[in-house]
């Protein structure tokens, strides 16, 4: 995507300087979630909301910068990513006009996507954000928030290089640790999670917090069903993304 490409006309004054020496390596993807995308984009550059983000890219491409790559904007809120928890201070945020689950979520339009990878693929040509760092909002803030939601295509912007991607197992719906099961299946599920990313300290019980990061996970990487449950089909999708995570961290 040409910088020209880029509308730039809109400014959001909820933003910050980064700390000194922080680096930007993260992107964090989220959907608007509102009935309309110029609403979003309004409230994106309302002082009142208290929130924003780098980029918002509408349904139909057209791609708005509302807060400079240089300054901290305040997309990701409260959240945590391998013990970061101001993603905000090292993370470019892209919003993804749609209504999301509140207002009638939809599969995204292609050009909508292509428009996404476009702006990617010029992010990473400023700023080194290896294809581990690219995250869902609903990643880094699992208890609060499930955009950019399971029909976000990870797959097809992984295949350029954004994100990374792993076939989900087919799925199975046999017995599987759940909420209030104890032992060494539980501990393994949750050191695998937390080998990833998510906040989940190994104590050997499925508890609130690792049936949310399993939901989380289920969303991004085996969004054909959502339940919290780490039934076959998620525990081995789990150990085949904590691996290529680990190749890509080590690369």
């Known amino acids: 995507m040409s910088p020209h490409d880029i509308d730039r006309a809109w400014s959001s004054p909820n933003s910050g300087h980064r700390p000194p020496g922080s680096a ?10 509102m009935r309309s995308e110029e609403g979003a984009r309004d409230w994106l550059c309302n002082p009142r909301s208290q929130v924003s983000s780098h980029y918002v890219v509408f349904e139909d491409g057209r791609v708005f910068q509302l807060v400079d790559e240089s300054r901290r904007a305040w997309h990701a809120g409260r959240s ?3 013990g970061l928890t101001d993603i905000n201070s090292r993370s470019i945020g892209i919003e993804i006009a749609n209504p999301g689950h509140e207002f009638g979520y939809r599969p995204f339009p292609d050009r909508q996507i292509e428009a996404v990878i476009g702006l990617c693929r010029s ?3 400023r700023h080194f ?7 869902a909002h609903s990643d880094v803030a699992p208890d609060r928030k499930e955009d ?11 295949a350029f290089g954004i994100g990374l991607w792993v076939p989900s197992a087919p799925l199975d719906h046999g017995e599987a640790p759940a909420f209030g099961d104890e032992g060494a299946k539980v501990l393994e599920l949750q050191t695998l999670l937390a080998d990833i990313g998510f906040d989940v300290p190994p104590s050997g019980v499925f508890d609130d917090t690792t049936e949310t990061a399993v939901r989380a996970f289920q969303r991004h990487w085996r969004p054909a069903l959502i339940d919290g449950r780490a039934d076959a089909s998620t525990l081995d999708t ?8 680990e190749a890509s961290r080590a690369s």
Not at 238 to 245: E, G, I, K, T, Y
Request: hydrophobic fraction near 55%.
């Open 24 to 33: 930007i390596d993260h992107l964090v993807l989220h959907y608007t979630g």
């Open 238 to 245: 789990l150990a085949r993304v904590a691996a290529v995570f």
């Open 129 to 135: 954000i290896p294809p581990h760092q690219v995250l």
């Open 148 to 158: 950019p939601g399971e029909l976000f295509p990870w797959e097809w912007c992984a």
């Open 80 to 82: 945590f990513w391998r």
């Open 123 to 125: 992010i990473f040509a």
